[in-house]
């Protein structure tokens, strides 16, 4: 493990143009905070997941017809997909808008009353914040698997995380403010929900998406500031494991700095 102070081989671009060492200390809050920001997709993947909700409850409004929301929302995927294909980039933001609206066009064609769209994304704000707060409780948090997936050796060994005390320590802390998140969700959408207001349903699933998101990652972001832990080693043999998921995500602006 490193000694304070000490350095992280891979900061800097070296001789052979790959990094070395320059820059950041491998602390647990300057890999989480690079990790989550890495898995926000910015500004377009937000339009991505918010805009159908918008298409489907707009068209509803105008023509009071469930089916010509579910085709106006799919017809926009049609459009966005395009885009994407011109933009490049990742289609994990519009690949998950499309499974939400696949789920929410079968329940509301199928019962026929609008509201229904939006029960699918009630019940999977309630699963997860029921598998946030038992990950946090079986010592397996949550976003300790959205930022172990930095790690270059998850694939072999996609536990090693766990090794690291102040890793799952930090990363049980960040969990919670989904645990919240969820929980506000669930206790705005629901009544909303049973109230049978479509309209204001639509408004509450585009706030409580990403500008929801957005503001939990500021309180994730206000945490992270003022923390400094650094790696511990359970007893188990922790391998630095938050030096290599620092050092290949810096390898990995490089590369695309160079690209550009």
Not at 2 to 16: H, I
Not at 142 to 157: H, N, Q, T, Y
């Amino acid at each position: 493990m490193s000694a304070a102070g000490e350095q992280l081989p891979g900061a800097g671009a070296g001789s052979d143009g790959r990094p070395d060492a320059g820059f950041a200390e491998a602390t647990v809050e300057q890999v989480i905070r690079r990790r989550v920001s890495d898995a926000l997709g910015g500004w377009y993947g937000s339009l991505e997941t918010a805009l159908p909700t918008v298409a489907f409850v707009v068209t509803w409004l105008v023509t009071d017809s469930v089916r010509s929301a579910v085709v106006a929302a799919a017809a926009l995927l049609v459009v966005l997909a395009v885009v994407r294909q011109l933009l490049g980039g990742s289609w994990r933001f519009l690949g998950s808008a499309v499974v939400a609206t696949a789920l929410a066009a079968f329940f509301a064609l199928r019962s026929g009353q609008a509201e229904d769209a939006f029960l699918p994304g009630i019940i999977i704000s309630a699963l997860y914040g029921v598998g946030a707060l038992v990950s946090i409780l079986a010592r397996w948090p949550l976003v300790g698997f959205i930022v172990a997936i930095g790690d270059p050796d998850f694939a072999e060994r996609p536990a090693a995380w766990r090794r690291d005390r102040g890793l799952v320590a930090v990363c049980s802390r960040l969990t919670w403010v989904l645990v919240a998140l969820f929980t506000l969700r669930i206790a705005i959408m629901l009544p909303i929900y049973l109230a049978g207001e479509v309209a204001w349903l639509g408004v509450a699933k585009i706030g409580l998406g990403w500008p929801a998101y957005l503001l939990a990652i500021v309180v994730m972001g206000m945490m992270l500031a003022t923390g400094h832990t650094r790696q511990t080693d359970d007893g188990g043999g922790a391998d630095d494991v938050t030096e290599r998921m620092l050092s290949a995500s810096l390898e990995h602006e490089q590369d695309e700095h160079r690209e550009r």
